[in-house]
């Protein structure tokens, strides 16, 4: 079974930044890809940043593009996610998933398994 534990989300000021982890256990985790999501409320959750197993191929959704930057720890099992200038639309529950490929996707339906999420409030 499969684990994916988020942290680093919090309440930050508009502008500020945040660095969310997500650790994972259970899945030779190297192997696969592994992305960002979020979810607004009433909204769909929507795709923010995908990074294939080596961390060569990364890809942003057009909203973050510039400020916020996905990488991954393979000797620790880990994905960040660092979010600069951050948008009081960036307010959202944000979840870590794993891929069942070892490329980097945007289709959540792609992804294995999932995080139970952080939430990131951007506010004055």
């Known amino acids: 079974q499969v684990q994916l534990v988020e942290s680093g989300g919090g309440l930050v000021q508009p502008g500020g930044s945040l660095r969310l982890s997500c650790a994972a256990s259970?899945?030779?985790?190297?192997?696969?890809?592994m992305g960002w999501f979020r979810q607004a409320p009433g909204k769909e959750r929507e795709f923010v940043a995908a990074?294939?197993?080596?961390?060569?191929?990364?890809y942003y959704a057009d909203a973050v593009k510039g400020r916020f930057t996905i990488s991954r720890d393979n000797a620790k099992n880990t994905v960040y996610l660092q979010m600069n200038s951050l948008k009081p639309e960036d307010t959202a529950v944000y979840y870590c998933?794993?891929?069942?490929?070892?490329?980097?996707?945007?289709?959540?339906?792609?992804?294995?398994?999932w995080g139970q999420g952080t939430q990131v409030t951007v506010s004055s």
């Open positions: 259970g899945r030779t985790f190297s192997r696969y890809g």
């Open positions: 990074i294939s197993w080596s961390g060569g191929m990364t």
């Open positions: 998933a794993i891929n069942r490929e070892a490329v980097a996707t945007t289709i959540p339906q792609r992804y294995a398994y």
